[in-house]
């Protein structure tokens, strides 16, 4: 796989890069951003945090204001950030921001126009792990992360996936799309009216039938405008109760959807996966 890099800036003794590369997967061409903690400057095979954004964001939406670098730095953690969906000019979209470019919902769609380049869910899980090995001086040991769709596209990700990622961690995440706006709309989207389908990518569905268990940290705002129509935390928790799930949900007074709450508790995040790894 040829992978062309478009920028690098150094950090914190790191270096944070993007990428663009043809995606086998999504029929496209997909950008990514990596950053490499300076333990890479010797070689070292450092651990790897993927981390998947929300409804509207890129590659940089994280990487230019979580503030995660000096972290992880510390930690000697490399941090990979892919795109949120497929692009390109023939690369189906709709007019609204959660359906389309933006909002992959790190599923692979079943339904047209969508299923010919929206299959995020074989990008994160198959093809851009594949490349970050073959191409950056990491380790095969893996934890997953992400906020709101992307705390979604974290948790069912490690859920079904339990031996490939060591935790999951979210901020804000929908953590019961097939009980919420969002969700049934990208999901009669993407992979028609079969809630079986719906249900293998929820993540309170999925603990509920978890046969294997990977550790999980939740942040939610109690100010977030979305927490009550949207989020549903409190389904969360109690299928993590109901299931004796490893799930620590941290709810905070004041702090919204925004990245000022995810700056200001991400520190926390990746010294969890740390302790995993």
């Not at 651990?47 to 590659?59: A, H, I, K, N, Q």
């Not at 992400?146 to 999951?168: C, E, Q, R």
């Not at 989020?231 to 109901?242: I, N, S, T, Y």
């Amino acid at each position: 796989m040829t992978i062309e890099n478009i920028s690098c800036n150094k950090i914190f003794g790191g270096w944070h890069k993007q990428y663009t590369h043809r995606s086998e997967v999504n029929r496209c061409t997909m950008r990514f951003a990596i950053y490499l903690p300076p333990q890479c400057s010797n070689g070292t095979k450092v651990p790897v945090v993927y981390w998947l954004s929300g409804l509207t964001c890129t590659d940089e939406n994280f990487m230019q204001k979580a503030g995660a670098q000096r972290v992880a730095a510390e930690l000697g953690i490399a941090i990979v950030a892919p795109d949120t969906s497929p692009r390109g000019d023939d690369v189906a979209d709709d007019d609204n921001y959660d359906l389309g470019k933006g909002a992959g919902f790190y599923v692979n769609a079943t339904q047209q126009p969508w299923a010919t380049h929206y299959h995020m869910y074989d990008y994160v899980v198959k093809e851009l792990p594949a490349i970050i090995e073959e191409n950056f001086p990491v380790s095969s040991t893996r934890a997953i992360a992400g906020h709101s769709m992307g705390g979604h596209g974290a948790l069912s990700i490690a859920l079904k996936n339990p031996g490939m990622f060591t935790s999951a961690s979210a901020f804000s995440p929908i953590t019961n799309p097939v009980n919420c706006p969002w969700g049934q709309k990208a999901f009669t989207a993407y992979l028609g009216d079969d809630k079986a389908a719906w249900q293998a990518h929820d993540t309170v569905c999925l603990i509920n039938d978890a046969k294997e268990q990977v550790p999980m940290l939740v942040d939610q705002g109690l100010d977030d405008s979305f927490l009550s129509e949207q989020l549903k935390p409190e389904a969360l928790q109690q299928a993590a109760e109901a299931n004796q799930y490893p799930l620590t949900l941290r709810q905070h007074e004041g702090y919204d959807h925004s990245y000022y709450f995810i700056a200001s508790f991400i520190a926390d995040h990746l010294r969890f996966h740390a302790d995993h790894f």
